[in-house]
């Protein structure tokens, strides 16, 4: 005779839980020869209607038992049990430290659950630079705001220039400065000091295209302060002539360089909070950046995921209008590779040609009537020669475009809604190792081993559930 006691309980089968009320004791007897895992007992002097017990303790076998079927056999009920592995080593399992997939009570966010699909729906966040980029003004207006970067060759000495790649000097103009020197060129040829009633060096200046000695001319959506120092004002030097009453200014640094930089706000996956910051990575978030003249490009979601705002350094050369891309994270980690883009946008100007030929000849003309004494003749033949050489304006080239100017820096975020989660019955990823008693709830083992005094039949059966996930309670 062995003494049973007898519970009315209910639980999960693939779990640890023991009853905690307490039950009702029987002596009762063994029946045929049985295992351990699966005994027949005898409940002598029952004789009640079907019992309502569904579990079992044997203090001798020192095992919890699963009542699998009641059978009437000559006045007497026979209970039919199955062990329950998991409750009868519960303490050895809670000691036990194995590592974790899933959990109920622990997760580890950056832990990508596949568990759950994404839905067919996204949610589209558009965020634009916190600090204002100055090429946001889109309007006709966008050359007012800007300057013009100008390259020429000139006589300037080193002392009078601050900008200069030792063959070609450079300035900073304002718009309304722009304006005014071509102005100021174009509307009396005076300033070139031309002579027309004798052979003189300033006869022969007079046919030399000024605007040949301009070799550059580019536009930046930047006031003068930002490029030029502001503070020093230089005389504009065009080939031979010095320009009176423009204000240029030279470079601020001779690097020739201007960095800006600007930062974004990193919207993130609306569920990333309640779900994990691995939402906040493909295929369940994509980012794409649009900065200016850089373009649009897509961005790798894992280098923004711990990261609040995004940094855009931008290095802008202000001699050739190239310009470079570096974007950088909250914590100052650098995205590998580069942008490039044409940044200054290149300003057309008139190409005047000038019939050189044509000007030498009637001078030599000239000169032949000269020898008579017939001045008349060499003013005669002076007039035709300008006549001849007068530049004619053609328009070459494309102009530049400010188009890439009017938007903001703009990062937008599309993010797949995830289907809902069963926490406390699947649990989350964890992927580390734990003491299981430690983390109660929902545990899933990645190749378990369990040490306790227990059969092999029952160390395989405890192994089994713990792989395909139990409940420690």
């Known amino acids: 005779m062995i003494q049973v006691t007898f519970y009315t309980f209910s639980k999960k089968e693939n779990s640890t839980k023991r009853p905690g009320s307490s039950g009702v004791s029987f002596d009762c007897e063994i029946k045929r020869p049985c295992s351990i895992m699966s005994p027949v007992i005898e409940i002598n002097g ?183 120092n502001t503070s020093v004002t230089r005389a504009l030097k065009l080939g031979w002539w010095t320009i009176s009453g423009i204000t240029a200014y030279p470079f601020k640094s001779q690097s020739q360089t201007v960095d800006r930089t600007f930062t974004i706000t990193i919207p993130k996956h609306p569920q990333a909070a309640s779900r994990g910051v691995y939402c906040n990575v493909a295929p369940y978030a994509k980012y794409t950046l649009t900065v200016g003249p850089f373009g649009s490009f897509a961005l790798d979601s894992v280098q923004l995921q711990d990261s609040s705002q995004l940094t855009c350094i931008v290095k802008v050369d202000l001699v050739t209008g190239l310009a470079s891309l570096i974007l950088a994270n909250v914590v100052g980690a650098y995205y590998p590779g580069i942008h490039y883009a044409m940044f200054g946008v290149p300003v057309q100007l008139a190409q005047i040609n000038t019939n050189i030929s044509g000007v030498a000849s009637s001078v030599l003309g000239g000169i032949g009537n000269i020898a008579v004494g017939n001045y008349m003749g060499l003013a005669g033949n002076v007039l035709s020669a300008i006549n001849s050489g007068m530049p004619q304006a053609n328009m070459t080239g494309g102009t530049g475009s400010v188009i890439n100017f009017a938007s903001d820096i703009t990062l937008i975020g599309e993010f797949f809604e995830l289907a809902d989660d069963d926490i406390a019955d699947k649990g989350r990823p964890l992927c580390q190792i734990r003491q299981l008693s430690t983390i109660p709830g929902y545990i899933k083992i990645e190749d378990p081993k369990i040490e306790a005094p227990a059969t092999a039949q029952e160390l395989s059966a405890i192994e089994g559930y713990m792989s395909g996930g139990f409940f420690y309670e």
Request: charged share 15%; proline share 5%; glycine share 4%.
């Open 46 to 228: 029952y004789q009640q209607t079907a019992p309502d017990f569904n579990y079992c303790y044997i203090s001798d076998f020192k095992r919890f038992y699963w009542v699998s079927n009641w059978t009437w056999e000559r006045g007497l009920w026979i209970a039919t049990l199955r062990i329950d592995v998991l409750a009868s080593w519960k303490t050895n399992i809670g000691a036990s430290s194995q590592y974790v997939i899933r959990s109920s009570a622990a997760y580890d966010g950056y832990v990508m659950d596949s568990l759950y699909p994404a839905k067919a729906i996204s949610t589209i966040t558009r965020v634009t630079d916190a600090s204002p980029a100055p090429w946001s003004d889109a309007s006709e207006t966008a050359f007012l705001s800007g300057s013009f970067v100008l390259g020429v060759v000139s006589s300037a000495t080193a002392a009078e220039t601050y900008g200069s790649s030792a063959a070609v000097d450079y300035y900073v103009l304002p718009y309304t400065q722009m304006r005014a020197l071509m102005n100021y060129m174009l509307s009396n040829p005076d300033w070139m000091n031309i002579d027309i009633t004798e052979m003189s060096k300033n006869l022969q200046k007079a046919f030399i295209n000024p605007f040949e000695y301009i070799v550059s001319c580019l536009w930046f959506p930047f006031g003068p302060g930002i490029m030029a």
